[in-house]
């Protein structure tokens, strides 16, 4: 540990799944086509707000992907703490037991 930081594991794997799930209620919220536009009366008028409610969807689909990629960082950082508690814990047991076994 540095200057008071730590990793607490169920945190983060927490958060892991967390961004995971999140990123699949954005991407289930709005299409990337978007919602279908009202009639707004007039063509350029549709077109407008057919064209923004597009690139609203799009938007949330790219936002969708990117909450995501960061649930996988996450859950990559978590299965490494993991691996690197797990060996330590071990090389730990195996300096215990030649220490132990030495008989000074």
Not at 31 to 58: H, K, T, Y
Request: with cysteine; glycine share 14%; aromatic share 4%.
């Amino acid at each position: 540990m540095s200057d008071g930081y730590s990793v607490v594991m169920d945190d983060v794997l927490s958060m892991a799944q967390t961004f995971t799930r999140e990123s699949r209620t954005l991407s289930g919220a709005v299409s990337a086509a978007g919602v279908s536009a009202p009639g707004g009366g007039d063509g350029v008028i549709n077109r407008a707000l057919s064209d923004a409610l597009q690139a609203a969807g799009m938007a949330t689909s790219q936002l969708a992907a990117v909450v995501g990629s960061h649930g996988d960082k996450l859950s990559t950082a978590y299965q490494k703490y993991l691996t690197a508690e797990q060996t330590s814990a071990r090389l730990c047991q195996e300096l215990t037991g030649l220490v132990a076994g030495s008989g000074g």
